[in-house]
């Protein structure tokens, strides 16, 4: 999978972490994102990161009035990322904790796709504070997307990239063994549960917790704070202000799904909208009870509101914002009374009962990881309720054939597909409708030159139709461009001959030659034009260094160009100088020319003399290396009579005799 990202600077990671804490009780324990470019990324400085005793959130509630949560089947999938561990010593101390820690990873690595390892660094040891499960948070930094500055998760930012920083960043300072994840978890606790089935009632299910950690350090968190008045790491604003960015006004790709909801008009908005660091931001984040349907928050990705239309729960999907704002669980998990214990997307809400085991990410993190922007493993694709992903998975230039793919999960309910094709920036046309259970791939023939976008349109059982998001492009270009140079004396010939796709029309071809004759050096001049001939032959070229090219150009000005082809006509010694010519320059002729060509890049002075030994004229020049060079000497001031032209140069010295008659 072809993901592109262009990176001028990232900086060391940090490493703080999203702590989840409990909180005693009767009964009751509390715990705690189309990116194609990015650039000018730096560190999230320390000092803007969440103090430990403010970012606690995870509850581990009480639940006996229900039964103990089924143990949830193991996904048997095949891991497309592979995401390795650092243990600390505490989990060698504790095996049974390790293998509850790598089965939680093990489950990860199929519902995320990364060409690249993430690592995670883990510890299990003791704490001070008796009421932190653990937590974990991903290395953060900032980075400018398409002008605006976002919070992106390492992990996340070389999974789109397809790379690993310290390669598209030498100086960022990350090498293939940093962590991207941080976490740490409670040893002193006596009542974890380690085991494979379900936890006991009173227990705290550690594969879970580990579970829901690994989903924050996945950037599954946003970065809305609020001050309660009591001082906060990020709002700087009066009491009851919210900002986001870790106060920094900079969105993550989380935040940039979050919006104000009003479930009675079914209207929304941009929760980014409202003035960063204020109060009103702060209201909008924290919803009253008895505001609850004109105000509630939720997760606007349209991936993620497609899943949660698998289970019951509303669409787009409800994110926790209780009033008063609670730091470390508002706007980071889903709503807990919307997604309660035992259901299929209880694992990334606040709560965490006694006996209740979470084991899956579920359709709706799923889909909120796929709208932050991760690319998507096997068992969450599984639940995507659209075909998505379309790419050009190959190309036969000569032959004119694009293949194209796209995903399409086994319980879709598509009637039929259609293929649409547009040329350069023209309308999108039909190029074929297919069955619904057809294979998710596509041969599309008889392509000729041109700069084409595709795009897929499907249907579904009950009549609703949808686009897929993606609208991969390619370009069918020449097949190539070959010359044969014809040497004379004093001038010489190239033929140029090209060929491309055979299903090509449409076009006219510009033939362009760069030979540095009077331009800059590189620079391309139309010297043909030739309808819709395929050859070409360019006569009565000095000795010197030429390159060639073709554009084929169509009725709308849409235009690609060939690669470029040399031709270098030879000659002996320093230099070759034609001219001048005209000789002799007679009445109305007011320039002569002079074609020059050297060995070697230098520079020149021409000077014209009179037969006194006067100079009446002088030119500074810059020969290029094998580049026949046009100079032009104004001829219309001089008088009749016999004239000498001198080239003089650090490799040769050339004097020709020119007549002016009037």
Request: net charge negative.
């Amino acid at each position: 999978m072809d993901h592109t990202f262009s990176t001028a600077r990232l900086l060391r990671v940090v490493t703080g972490l999203l702590f989840f804490a409990i909180v005693t009780g009767p009964g009751t324990a509390f715990a705690q994102q189309p990116l194609e470019r990015i650039t000018n990324l730096r560190e999230v400085p320390d000092r803007l990161l969440p103090d430990l005793e403010k970012t606690c959130g995870l509850t581990a509630a009480a639940h006996q009035e229900m039964p103990p949560a089924p143990d949830r089947p193991k996904v048997q999938g095949k891991a497309s990322a592979d995401i390795r561990v650092q243990y600390g010593p505490g989990f060698d101390q504790n095996p049974a904790a390790r293998d509850a820690f790598q089965r939680a990873v093990d489950t990860w690595s199929m519902h995320i796709e990364s060409e690249e390892e993430i690592v995670i660094d883990a510890t299990f040891q003791d704490f001070d504070d008796a009421r932190i499960l653990g937590g974990a948070r991903p290395a953060y930094v900032f980075g400018d997307i398409d002008g605006e500055t976002i919070v992106v998760a390492v992990n996340l930012l070389e999974a789109v990239r397809g790379d690993r920083v310290e390669n598209f960043d030498p100086s960022a300072g990350h090498s293939a063994s940093d962590p991207e994840i941080f976490a740490s978890f409670n040893r002193t606790r006596t009542d974890w549960h380690f085991g494979e089935g379900p936890p006991p009632s009173g227990s705290i299910d550690f594969e879970s917790v580990v579970l829901h950690e690994i989903g924050h350090g996945l950037q599954y968190a946003s970065t809305f704070s609020y001050n309660t008045g009591s001082g906060n790491y990020a709002c700087s604003g009066a009491t009851d202000a919210a900002c986001w960015g870790f106060g920094s006004g900079r969105p993550s790709t989380y935040d940039q799904q979050v919006i104000q909801y009003n479930a009675q008009d079914d209207t929304f908005v941009d929760m980014l909208s409202f003035p960063n660091d204020t109060q009103q931001l702060g209201d909008a984040l924290t919803v009253e009870s008895s505001e609850a349907t004109t105000e509630q928050v939720r997760f606007n990705g349209s991936l993620a509101s497609s899943n949660a239309g698998l289970t019951s729960g509303p669409q787009p999907p409800i994110l926790y914002a209780p009033a008063p704002w609670q730091s470390g669980s508002s706007l980071s998990h889903l709503d807990e009374f919307t997604y309660p214990f035992g259901t299929e997307n209880a694992l990334m809400t606040p709560q965490l009962g006694n006996g209740e085991s979470a084991r899956l990410p579920g359709p709706i993190v799923c889909g909120s990881l796929g709208d932050m922007g991760w690319p998507l493993g096997p068992e969450c694709l599984g639940y995507v309720q659209a075909p998505l992903n379309l790419q050009v998975v190959s190309r036969d230039i000569e032959n004119g054939t694009v293949n194209l793919t796209w995903f399409a999960s086994s319980n879709l309910d598509v009637s039929s597909y259609t293929v649409e094709r547009r040329a350069f920036d023209g309308p999108f046309q039909e190029v074929a409708t297919l069955p619904g259970d057809t294979d998710p791939a596509y041969t599309d023939e008889n392509v000729g030159l041109g700069m084409y976008t595709y795009r897929l349109q499907f249907e579904r059982g009950d009549g609703s139709t949808g686009t897929v998001e993606e609208t991969p492009t390619v370009e069918i270009g020449f097949t190539g461009i070959e010359r044969t140079v014809t040497e004379g004396d004093p001038t010489s010939s190239v033929q140029v001959d090209w060929s491309v796709p055979a299903p090509t029309s449409g076009y006219e071809y510009v033939v362009e030659r760069s030979d540095g004759s009077g331009t800059t050096a590189g620079e391309f001049q139309r010297i043909a034009s030739v309808g819709t001939s395929t050859s070409y032959e360019d006569t009565g070229l000095f000795p010197g260094s030429y390159t060639y090219r073709v554009r084929a150009v169509d009725a709308n000005n849409n235009s690609l160009t060939s690669e470029e082809t040399d031709a270098r006509l030879s000659f002996e010694g320093s230099a070759f100088i034609t001219g001048p010519n005209p000789n002799p320059i007679q009445s109305g002729m007011t320039q002569a020319e002079l074609v020059i060509s050297a060995q070697l890049p230098q520079d020149a002075t021409i000077g014209v003399y009179n037969t006194l030994g006067q100079k009446v004229y002088e030119e500074q020049i810059s020969l290029r290396q094998s580049a026949a060079q046009r100079v032009q000497i104004p001829t219309g001031r001089l008088s009749s009579g016999v004239y000498f032209v001198r080239i003089e140069a650090e490799e040769f010295s050339v004097t020709r005799r020119m007549a002016v008659t009037r």
